[in-house]
């Protein structure tokens, strides 16, 4: 029983799939409820109507909370979370449920040496393969762009 068991992170605890309100979400990442809802406002999260997250959502949050206490600046997540849910979108994942939360679904999941490697940052999302510059083609902009009208008026 060293130093190192002693330094353990703040997690949000498991609950084997118990829901639970913002309120408890945002005391686990030590937070108040409101800068929670502009993370979910900032980066168009779906909003429970029910008002119960579950720990796949809580555990995306507080990895946000995280990077944002680590100084990353909120146009930093979004971009990333932009990219990650783009790469998602092209590999037909939003079509693997009908959650509405379907881009954070796999967050917080249990990681092992190698899954780690393979998974998405802030979504947790597991691809199955590494992806770096060796998985992509150097063409391949997944950027959001805006649409250029070639036209103007009626046809």
Do not use: N
């Not at 680590?70 to 939003?94: N, P, S, Y």
């Not at 393969?129 to 046809?155: E, K, M, N, P, W």
Request: hydrophobic share 35%.
């Amino acid at each position: 029983m060293g130093a190192e068991t002693d330094r353990t992170e703040k997690k949000i605890p498991a609950t084997s799939g118990r829901h639970r309100t913002l309120a408890e979400v945002a005391k686990a990442c030590g937070k108040p409820a409101v800068a929670l809802r502009s993370i979910q406002k900032g980066l168009g999260l779906h909003v429970p109507a029910d008002g119960r997250y579950s720990d796949a959502y809580a555990a995306f949050l507080e990895k946000v909370v995280a990077l944002q206490a680590l100084h990353v600046d909120r146009a930093t997540i979004e971009g990333l979370f932009e990219k990650e849910c783009q790469i998602m979108r092209l590999l037909h994942v939003d079509s693997l449920t009908q959650s509405p939360t379907w881009y954070l679904d796999a967050c917080g999941q249990a990681d092992t040496k190698t899954s780690r490697r393979t998974r998405l940052f802030l979504c947790g999302h597991d691809l199955g393969f590494q992806l770096d510059g060796s998985a992509t083609q150097d063409i391949f902009d997944i950027a959001r762009r805006h649409v250029v009208r070639c036209y103007h008026g009626s046809r």
